[in-house]
Nanobody, 123 residues
Framework: VQLQASGGGLVQAGGSLRLSCAAS????????VAWFRQAPGKEREFVAT????????IYADSVKGRFSISRDNANNMVYLQMNSLKPEDTAVYYC?????????????????WGQGTQVTVSS
């Protein structure tokens, strides 16, 4: 089971980025997928999660209304559309998978973390 995040970069405040999470080695439609982020010197924190069907999504309060998570089970992909970016969104973004129907904000419930992708928002 492997996940790979991509799509990060350098953007000015107010700009947008779309992150992608590609999955391999698992029946993707059996898994909830979440995005977490980790800024320098801070713990990895929850950003958003989506259920295996895509019917349920949960967002951190800090990104609600600005970020949107979606998935394409046919192509084993999950996306995070990030709009109205702020300097405080600067972090390495990771995607993780959790087998089962439930969605949760709890980091320990997710695994198969791959390498993250750096997002830097300049002011």
């Amino acid at each position: 089971v492997q996940l790979q995040a991509s799509g990060g970069g350098l953007v000015q405040a107010g700009g947008s980025l779309r992150l992608s999470c590609a999955a391999s080695g698992l029946t993707f439609s059996y898994y909830a997928v979440a995005w977490f982020r980790q800024a320098p010197g801070k713990e990895r924190e929850f950003v958003a999660t989506i259920s295996w069907s895509g019917g349920t999504t949960i967002y951190a309060d800090s990104v609600k209304g600005r970020f949107s998570i979606s998935r394409d089970n046919a192509n084993n992909m999950v996306y995070l559309q990030m709009n109205s970016l702020k300097p405080e969104d600067t972090a390495v973004y990771y995607c993780g998978a959790r087998r089962g129907a439930a969605v949760t904000r709890t980091r320990s419930e997710y695994g198969s973390w791959g390498q993250g992708t750096q997002v830097t928002v300049s002011s």
